[in-house]
Antibody, heavy 118, light 110 residues
Framework: EVQLVESGGGLVKPGGSLRLSCAAS????????MNWVRQAPGKGLEWVSS???????YNADSVKGRFTISRDNAKNSLYLQMDSLRAEDTAVYYC????????????WGQGTLVTVSS | QSVLTQPPSVSAAPGQKVTISCSGR????????VSWFQQLPGTAPRLLIY???KRPSGIPDRFSGSKSGTSAALGITGLQTGDEADYYC???????????FGGGTKLTVL
């Protein structure tokens, strides 16, 4: 069974940093691309960042230069380093697996809430 | 403003059918596969439709997907109160080099 478990969310002040983690299990992590998708309170889904199995990275314009996606295949883990956080980054952040043929997300984690407020 | 356009809300009676549209352009829907996700209140999204019209195992055949040109649609037949949720379309955008989502459609089963 595919499982994605996010952690690391919390309350942080504007300008601060936070590192999210996603522990993956139930599949061969090294062979899949992974994504971060966020959802601001009461709003829709917004793609944040993707990393392929060979570490090619794509980022949304809204987070370029501030957020860094990475993965540790030895630990079956995905990360999102978030720097220079803004109030508009407040959201639930979901870890999501890309399908084997890279044609879309097929599994989601339960999400972790990040609140940016003074 | 989302790159993909969905109606904010749709409603229908139990047992009826509803269609949710998703409009894009050649750089996204026109040249890439579309997925649909269901998000029940207070839960994470789950995959309903992938590669335009395929259902993952466990998704009932009451749910169907289609795509034509730069638009896609999700159909739900035999509506149940448990289908009340937000529905999102998604695809890749070749110009933006990123994933794009629709703004979401809230389904109400009256």
């Amino acid at each position: 069974e595919v499982q994605l478990v996010e952690s690391g969310g919390g309350l942080v002040k504007p300008g601060g940093s936070l590192r999210l983690s996603c522990a993956a299990s139930g599949f061969t992590f090294t062979t899949y691309s992974m994504n971060w998708v966020r959802q601001a309170p009461g709003k829709g889904l917004e793609w944040v960042s993707s990393i392929t199995s060979n570490n090619y990275i794509y980022n949304a314009d809204s987070v370029k230069g501030r957020f860094t996606i990475s993965r540790d295949n030895a630990k079956n883990s995905l990360y999102l380093q978030m720097d220079s956080l803004r109030a508009e980054d407040t959201a639930v952040y979901y870890c999501a697996r890309e399908s084997w043929n890279e044609r879309g997300v097929d599994y989601w984690g339960q999400g972790t809430l990040v609140t940016v407020s003074s | 403003q989302s790159v993909l356009t969905q109606p904010p809300s749709v409603s229908a009676a139990p047992g009826q059918k509803v269609t949710i549209s998703c409009s894009g352009r050649s750089s996204n829907i026109g040249n890439n596969y579309v997925s649909w996700f269901q998000q029940l209140p207070g839960t994470a999204p789950r995959l309903l439709i992938y590669e335009n019209n395929k259902r993952p195992s466990g998704i009932p055949d009451r749910f169907s997907g289609s795509k034509s040109g730069t638009s896609a649609a999700l159909g739900i037949t035999g509506l149940q109160t448990g289908d009340e949720a937000d529905y999102y379309c998604a695809t890749w955008d070749n110009t933006l080099s990123g994933k794009v989502f629709g703004g979401g459609t809230k389904l109400t089963v009256l």
